[in-house]
Antibody
Framework: QVKLLQSGAALVKPGASVKMSCKAS????????VSWVKQSHGKSLEWIGE????????NFNEKFKGKATLTVDKSTSTAYMELSRLTSEDSAIYYC???????????WGQGVMVTVSS | DIQMTQSPASLSASLGETVTIECLAS??????LAWYQQKPGKSPQLLIY???SLQDGVPSRFSGSESGTQYSLEINSLQSEDAATYFC?????????FGSGTKLEIK
């Protein structure tokens, strides 16, 4: 069965960076795009960007350009997102998802809670 | 960016009732609309895709429809397990955008 297993919660200091992972299983990793979605506490969902593991091609929400970096390791079927120059506004739950190009998200990871605090 | 205006923000309904949640797109999204259900402490789960197609394993009491740029999610015969927050999402154009969510309470 399809699974997206994300790394654990992170507590990071303002100004630092955090890198989280999303390990895929149960399907051919290189056939689907991996998107990342932010959910701030009690709020709606924001699409950050997506990466195509087969080629490394990416598409980003302009709002997150310069904030998020997306990479993949095809050998381990793992996608990564690094967030830089963290502020309190980056405190949120981050989900990885699976989808086709410009398509809906049929599977979601369990989410990573990132807390930015000194 | 395409704006998705979702309503209502919250609603309360009784077991067995029917409820409708709506999303209005700021421009034509050509049925590229998905609905998700999110229960507290859990990830969103896909219910409906392409505006009206039911995802595998989702009960048939969930249905989606569209009229122009207005998209609707209907839940028939409400069950206690339907208590959740529901989101719409357009994937017609970048950046993908979501509605603000509707919190459904079962009386």
């Amino acid at each position: 069965q399809v699974k997206l297993l994300q790394s654990g919660a992170a507590l990071v200091k303002p100004g630092a960076s955090v890198k989280m992972s999303c390990k895929a299983s149960g399907y051919t990793f290189t056939d689907y795009w991996v998107s990342w979605v932010k959910q701030s506490h009690g709020k709606s969902l924001e699409w950050i960007g997506e990466i195509y593991p087969n080629s490394g091609a990416t598409n980003f929400n302009e709002k997150f350009k310069g904030k998020a970096t997306l990479t993949v390791d095809k050998s381990t079927s793992t996608a990564y997102m690094e967030l830089s120059r963290l502020t309190s506004e980056d405190s949120a739950i981050y989900y990885c998802t699976r989808g086709l190009l410009q398509d809906y998200f049929d599977y979601w990871g369990q989410g990573v809670m990132v807390t930015v605090s000194s | 960016d395409i704006q998705m205006t979702q309503s209502p923000a919250s609603l309360s309904a009784s077991l067995g009732e029917t409820v409708t949640i709506e999303c209005l797109a700021s421009e034509d999204i050509y049925s590229n609309l998905a609905w998700y259900q999110q229960k507290p402490g859990k990830s969103p789960q896909l219910l409906i895709y392409d505006a009206s197609s039911l995802q595998d394993g989702v009960p048939s009491r969930f249905s989606g429809s569209e009229s122009g740029t207005q998209y609707s999610l209907e839940i028939n015969s409400l069950q206690s397990e339907d208590a959740a927050t529901y989101f719409c999402q357009q994937h017609h154009d970048y950046p993908f955008t979501f509605g603000s969510g509707t919190k459904l309470e079962i009386k």
